[in-house]
């Protein structure tokens, strides 16, 4: 053994002495010696060497090893004695051990001396180490009464059969307003209100006790003030009893403060859905996160999920969501907002929306921009009274103009037949001009009369026909008649333009009888061919028909100037020519075809053409076969 032990001797024979420092340096060859014979120098020794072992001769002269070993229990009760003597009987050995001795050894067997140090310092080092573990655990149970009494989180102990409160710190005495001795006469049932001591004792039954707990609960306090706890308990024994420590933190502001925010949240929804703007916010990626009730009847979406987290560019596939995700990454990275701006785009259904847009840039504490918020309020409906504006007031400028169109060409038409009647009327009672000369004149009259006659009944018909005043006669007529009619009637002019008039037979349509009025069917065809051999100056006029559809399709095609297609429709409408410069090159009152619609629909059908400018121009108009 290397270890050094400091080993006192109280004897007074020098050679004994000397014996035993041989037996034990056999064992303990590092030990060091002291030695005393009176009972002051071991007293001092004990004060001051601090001995490991202490060795003691039974007799001596001046002092003895019972008195020694008295004193040493005294002064050092765990520091081994061992009794080393001459002879012993039973008694003194008895009396040795229960003064407190370790063991004894006698002079003759000194051998055994060295073994019987070792031993005791052994029992001595297993005795201290005891004594070291028992006073760590009074040290730690000191610590954690400490801990637990004086934690600032309100904890308690209580029994798992009886509920009965076991333990409970200063913290819980203080949050919950009983004293500790109320605490301690109660069980944990009585801080409950019904409701949970109700899920308390379900909780019991259907739980395994040992199991770590983490739950929310409602506790009364003593003033019957309700609150909401979070508690963390688990199992513990506490003075031999199966018990549970309970930490307790008080979470009623946290819920307070929680179900505020939910209202606060709850209020602010219902006000952003309701408000008659859109209103959408966007983060720092431009990905909607909010997008009221507005902003989704805007954008045609049923629900919010529907636009969450897409861009502009992903909500709108065209130019328009670049253009708008453009505009959202600038805010967010110059912090600029954008207000007042004028944005158009189309819903699902492509119907065109107009918004007044302004964009203001979010920022959070440190000034971050962290995305945006956008506020629009449509303006679809003004700027639809804008066009609508717009458009009447180009319609009322144009109708002005026509009118004066008009105006300017009646005068000018009136004027003409008028003139040449009041003018020859006059030469009539000229006497230079002989009688074949005012037959000549009296023709010109007569046809210049007719010319006012036809131009008087055309403003006739179109004001009884917008009036809806004009009345059709149903008979049965031959369309072949008719088609052999017009050629009869209009085969003069055509002849006098040099302009062949014709029948297109490719058709081969047997001749139809048809029910409807055959006198405004001819002033349709009066107007189409009186039109057609204006705007033709060489070629052919052609009239035809064929059967379609349980109508009769007739047309007049004409191999004259022909039509801008831009004008394809217009001309039906009333006073519209597609010439109206006052150097115009053909008369007319633009009535004709508007006449000529108005009588085709009465009539039960439909009027359009085809043309070609400088080509040829073919009107055509369906009429019913029979309108019985
Ligand atoms: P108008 O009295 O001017 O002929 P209409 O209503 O009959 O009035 O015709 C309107 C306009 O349509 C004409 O002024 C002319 O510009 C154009 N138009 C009608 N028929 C023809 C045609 N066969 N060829 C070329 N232009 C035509």
Redesign the pocket.
């Known amino acids: 053994m290397d270890q050094t032990y400091r080993i006192l001797l109280v004897e007074d024979e020098l050679y004994d002495a000397e014996l035993n420092i041989r037996e034990v340096k056999k064992i303990l060859p590092n030990s060091l010696f002291e030695r005393v014979d009176s009972k002051n120098a071991f007293i001092i020794m004990i004060e001051t060497y601090f001995p490991d072992i202490i060795i003691s001769d039974y007799n001596m002269p001046s002092f003895d090893g019972l008195s020694a070993l008295k004193i040493a229990r005294e002064i050092c009760p765990e520091t081994p004695f061992i009794v080393v003597t001459g002879s012993i009987n039973e008694d003194t050995a008895v009396e040795c051990m229960k003064a407190g001795a370790t063991d004894y050894v006698l002079k003759d067997s000194l051998k055994r001396l060295g073994s019987s140090v070792l031993n005791a310092l052994e029992q001595s080092k297993i005795r201290k180490e005891r004594i070291d573990a028992i006073e760590t655990i009074k040290l730690n149970e000191a610590k954690y009464r400490h801990m637990f009494h004086n934690n600032p989180q309100p904890m308690w102990i209580y029994d798992v059969k009886t509920l009965a409160f076991l333990e409970v710190n200063k913290a819980a005495v203080k949050h919950y307003g009983f004293s500790q001795d109320e605490f301690l006469s109660m069980r944990l049932i009585d801080i409950l209100p019904q409701s949970e001591a109700d899920r308390l004792m379900k909780n019991i039954e259907s739980t395994d006790y040992l199991e770590d707990k983490a739950e929310e609960w409602t506790h009364k306090k003593k003033t019957g003030e309700l609150v909401s706890v979070e508690i963390v308990s688990y199992f513990i024994i506490f003075n031999q009893r199966n018990a549970r420590h309970v930490l307790i933190n008080d979470i009623t502001e946290k819920k307070e403060a929680e179900e505020r925010m939910i209202n606060g949240r709850k209020l602010l929804r219902t006000l952003i859905d309701n408000l008659p703007v859109t209103i959408y916010v966007k983060d720092a990626e431009c990905r909607k996160i909010i997008a009221n009730r507005a902003d989704l009847n805007v954008l045609g979406a049923e629900t919010e999920a529907e636009v969450l987290g897409k861009t502009d560019l992903e909500i709108f596939s065209n130019d328009i969501g670049t253009r708008g995700y453009a505009d959202d990454k600038k805010i967010i990275e110059t912090g600029i907002p954008v207000l007042n701006q004028e944005e158009y785009f189309y819903d699902s259904n492509g119907i065109q929306h107009w918004l007044l847009t302004s964009k203001i840039p979010l920022t959070d504490e440190n000034g971050k921009i962290t995305g945006l918020v956008g506020i629009g309020h449509s303006i679809t409906e003004q700027r639809k009274m804008q066009a609508e504006l717009i458009e009447a007031k180009e319609k009322a400028e144009e109708s002005d103009r026509l009118k004066s169109a008009f105006l300017a060409?009646m005068s000018h038409e009136i004027r003409t037949p008028l003139n040449s009647i009041i003018g020859f009327s006059e030469l009539l009672d000229d006497p230079d001009f002989d009688a074949e000369q005012k037959t000549e004149f009296i023709k010109h009259i007569v046809d210049n009369g007719n010319s006012l006659l036809m131009i008087i009944s055309?403003i006739m018909d179109f004001s009884m026909l917008e009036a809806g005043q004009l009345k059709l006669r149903q008979q049965s007529i031959s369309v072949k008649k008719i088609m052999n009619e017009l050629l009869t009637e209009f085969g003069h002019k055509a002849e006098v333009r040099g302009i062949q008039l014709r029948f297109d037979d490719s058709q081969n349509d047997p001749d139809i009888l048809i029910t409807s009025d055959s006198y405004r069917i001819k002033q349709v065809f009066n107007?189409?061919i009186?039109?057609?051999l204006?705007?033709?100056s060489e070629g052919f006029v052609e009239i035809g028909y064929k059967v379609k559809d349980e109508k009769i399709e007739f047309h007049?095609k004409?191999s004259?100037?022909?039509?801008s297609p831009k004008?394809h429709q217009a001309?039906?409408e009333?006073?519209?020519?597609?010439?109206t410069t006052k150097s115009?090159k053909?008369?007319?009152?633009?009535?004709?075809?508007?006449?000529?619609k108005n009588l085709v629909q009465l009539l039960g059908g439909k009027i359009w053409?085809e043309?070609e400018p400088d080509e040829y121009?073919d009107?055509f108009f369906t009429i019913p076969i029979s309108n019985l």
């Open positions: 060409n055309d107007n189409l009186g039109n057609a204006k705007f033709t007049v004409d004259g100037i022909g039509i004008f001309i039906f009333r006073f519209r020519q597609v010439d115009r053909y008369g007319g009152n633009g009535l004709g075809l508007a006449i000529s053409l043309s121009s009107f």
